[in-house]
T-cell receptor, first 114, second 113 residues
Framework: EPEVTQTPSHQVTQMGQEVILRCVPISNHLYFYWYRQILGQKVEFLVSFYNNEISEKSEIFDDQFSVERPDGSNFTLKIRSTKLEDSAMYFC????????????FGEGSRLTVL | DAKTTQPPSMDCAEGRAANLPCNHSTISGNEYVYWYRQIHSQGPQYIIH???NNETNEMASLIITEDRKSSTLILPHATLRDTAVYYCIVRPSMNTGFQKLVFGTGTRLLVSP
């Protein structure tokens, strides 16, 4: 069964460092999302992406965050200068039909900022 | 967005049916009810969705009341692997474009032997 894959599964970084989280969506999906979940808290929407541009972003997704799909397969989330409060699980999701509401999530990348 | 209310936790014995309620009293006519679950710290997993008719798939059944103000997700024969947090989400229909899912706190279901 096709699945969304994310790398790395866990990354530890120092505050102020840049981090790139990578996602390979399901191959025929064209709509992509990043969500995050701080330990013990809700799953929060960060950004949605379609046709090489951001469709919607949340208040969390400030200038420190960026997304791109550089090669038609990977979908990346970059955090330019990490803060302690960026420590969380980051989930990538994709869908073939956004209006249908069935999103396929990856297993997540755990980011720990020290 | 319509809001949902779910009990914070529920218990179920293995092999029995798990019935997870959700209140969405402010749901509007074009909003669907979606159910997702999250096992431990894995990514959320889609279960089922519906508008007003009851729905069933290989994972679960969804019962929506006639007034659409509440629904119940039914796992007919719960297993230990069904232990997870279950999220009930309401979301505008297919004609309103690129709508994100908004997760609440969900119901933590514990299935015991």
């Amino acid at each position: 069964e096709p699945e969304v894959t994310q790398t790395p599964s866990h990354q530890v970084t120092q505050m102020g460092q840049e981090v790139i989280l990578r996602c390979v969506p399901i191959s025929n999906h064209l709509y992509f999302y990043w969500y995050r979940q701080i330990l013990g808290q809700k799953v929060e929407f960060l950004v949605s992406f379609y046709n090489n541009e951001i469709s919607e972003k949340s208040e969390i997704f400030d200038d420190q965050f960026s997304v791109e799909r550089p090669d038609g397969s990977n979908f990346t989330l970059k955090i330019r200068s990490t803060k302690l409060e960026d420590s969380a699980m980051y989930f990538c999701a994709s869908t073939e039909r956004p209006r249908a509401g069935e999103l396929f999530f990856g297993e997540g990348s755990r980011l720990t900022v020290l | 967005d319509a809001k949902t209310t779910q009990p914070p936790s529920m218990d179920c014995a293995e092999g029995r049916a798990a019935n997870l309620p959700c209140n969405h009293s402010t749901i509007s006519g074009n909003e669907y009810v979606y159910w997702y679950r999250q096992i431990h710290s894995q990514g959320p997993q889609y279960i089922i969705h519906g508008l007003k008719n009851n729905e069933t798939n290989e994972m679960a059944s969804l019962i929506i009341t006639e007034d659409r103000k509440s629904s119940t997700l039914i796992l007919p024969h719960a297993t230990l692997r069904d232990t997870a947090v279950y999220y009930c989400i309401v979301r505008p229909s297919m004609n309103t474009g690129f709508q994100k899912l908004v997760f609440g706190t969900g119901t933590r279901l514990l299935v015991s032997p």
